[in-house]
């Protein structure tokens, strides 16, 4: 059964760091596109990020450009997402998932709050 696990939230202050760690199991990781999402309070949810298999690109929304980096370790099953100069705005749950939006997880918590 295909399965995301994501972990690595937090409460952070504003300008603040955080990294994101989504562990899967199911399907062929080492083939599969992966990206990032996030569900801002009162608002739908979102893409933020994509890498390919090999991790040759990488696409963000333009929020997040130039302070997220979306990472994968094919051995691992892993994907990451490592956020920097984090703000308000960001405050949301992190989900991982395929390009097919399957089996959601339970998502991390990111607060940025002072």
């Known amino acids: 059964q295909v399965q995301f696990v994501e972990s690595g939230g937090g409460l952070v202050q504003p300008g603040g760091s955080l990294k994101l760690s989504c562990a899967t199991s199911g399907f062929t990781f080492s083939t599969a596109m992966m990206q990032w999402y996030r569900h801002p309070p009162g608002k739908e949810r979102e893409w933020v990020a994509t890498i390919t298999s090999d991790s040759g690109r990488t696409d963000y929304v333009d929020s997040v450009k130039g302070r997220f980096t979306i990472s994968r370790d094919n051995a691992k099953n892993t994907v990451y997402l490592e956020m920097n100069s984090l703000k308000p705005e960001d405050t949301a749950v992190y989900y991982c998932?395929?390009?097919?939006?399957?089996?959601w997880g339970q998502g991390t918590q990111v607060i940025v709050s002072s």
């Open positions: 998932n395929t390009i097919y939006g399957i089996n």
